[in-house]
């Protein structure tokens, strides 16, 4: 049986606005923006070519606005990447190379935090 994973909370304080960063800024698809019903409203973003999305909102976490720490997303690129979400205003580490891949991180206008992935070529992969 496969689990697969199919949404992550991300608390905000600003919905508005947190869906244009992520949007507008970082390029996430804008699938769903629904209210439910009053103090229900369900904004649902993927990220391009992912299975998994983000849904941000009101009365969707009891988490703190800046809480989520370290959400990963791995992309073709550590390069493109960057320069893709810099040319878009967002503000970018530089690239931080690691023996399990190539790092480049940012945050929300909360402060939750991502990290962007390049996958080193499979024969330099370690295994365990």
């Known amino acids: 049986m496969d689990w697969k994973?199919?949404?992550?909370?991300i608390p905000v304080t600003d919905v508005d606005r947190a869906k244009a960063f992520y949007v507008d800024q970082v390029g996430f698809n804008d699938d769903y923006d629904i209210v439910v019903r009053e103090g229900?409203?369900?904004?649902?973003?993927t990220?391009?070519?992912?299975?998994?999305s983000i849904v941000l909102g009101?009365?969707?976490t009891e988490m703190t606005p800046g809480s989520q720490k370290g959400v990963q997303i791995v992309v073709q690129s550590a390069?493109?990447?960057?320069?893709?979400?810099?040319?878009?205003?967002?503000t970018t580490s530089d690239i931080d190379p690691q023996p399990w891949g190539r790092f480049v991180y940012f945050s929300d206008p909360d402060g939750n935090s991502w990290a962007l992935q390049e996958l080193p070529p499979r024969d330099e992969q370690q295994t365990s």
């Open 47 to 52: 990220p391009p070519g992912s299975a998994c």
């Open 79 to 90: 390069d493109t990447a960057m320069a893709e979400l810099r040319g878009r205003g967002v």
């Open 40 to 45: 229900l409203r369900f904004v649902q973003l």
């Open 58 to 60: 009101d009365g969707i």
């Open 5 to 9: 994973i199919e949404l992550v909370a």
